[in-house]
């Protein structure tokens, strides 16, 4: 995803782990189901710790092994969300997770190193390519493909700029 793929629509820098969660979050508000968000980046580059914004966003307190979808993680809040995290499945096993069965399903669908299934992913999907580990600051760079995805990321991007611009920052 650095070179080709969808344009770069949005792309903010992070110097730690509360202001990921924080851009998480502002993306967790205004997510709908249907969405369809593609995690990519290194080890420990934070995109599960962006997933955790998300949620507290989405007003989730938790999450659950979700009791239909093996190796899918759901939260529950303002909407369902399923947290699936592809590092350790070959594309072949997606079928036995449902993979096809949770785009189809009631919640917003956030994937972890989605790279390795893009193929199993929509069409319109929200990439999110997560640049940096260990102590650097991350770069978030913000790809959708379609228009769903433009839509959505218009509406984090003025969640972002709205947070923002509250006084005290
Ligand atoms: N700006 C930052 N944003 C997010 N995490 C950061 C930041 N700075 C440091 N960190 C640290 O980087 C690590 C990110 O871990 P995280 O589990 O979110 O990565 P990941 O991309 O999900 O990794 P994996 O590919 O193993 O699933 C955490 O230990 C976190 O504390
Ligand atoms: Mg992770």
């Known amino acids: 995803m650095t070179d080709s793929g969808p344009q770069v629509a949005a792309a903010w820098e ?3 782990e509360e202001r990921t969660r924080e851009l998480g979050a502002a993306l967790g508000r205004v997510l709908q189901p249907g969405d369809v968000v593609g995690l990519v980046g290194e080890l420990g580059s934070g995109k599960t710790t962006l997933v955790q914004g998300i949620a507290r966003g989405a007003g ?3 999450y659950v092994a979700s009791p239909t979808f093996t190796l ?3 939260y529950e809040g303002r909407l369902r969300l399923y947290h699936v995290d592809l590092f350790r499945l070959q594309p072949e096993d997606l079928e036995g997770i449902g993979f096809d069965d949770l785009l189809e399903a009631d919640g917003a669908v956030l994937v ?3 790279d390795r299934a893009a193929g ?3 069409a319109d999907t929200l990439w999110v390519e997560v640049v940096g580990t260990g102590a650097e600051v991350r770069t978030f760079r913000v790809r ?3 228009e769903r995805a433009r839509r959505l990321v218009d509406r ?3 969640e972002v700029e709205a947070v923002g611009a509250r006084p005290g920052r």
Do not use: D, F, Q, T
């Open 112 to 114: 972890e190193w989605a």
């Open 72 to 74: 899918v993680r759901e």
């Open 14 to 16: 992070s110097p730690s």
């Open 120 to 122: 199993h992913l929509p």
């Open 144 to 146: 959708p493909a379609g």
């Open 60 to 62: 989730a307190r938790g």
């Open 156 to 158: 984090w991007r003025a």
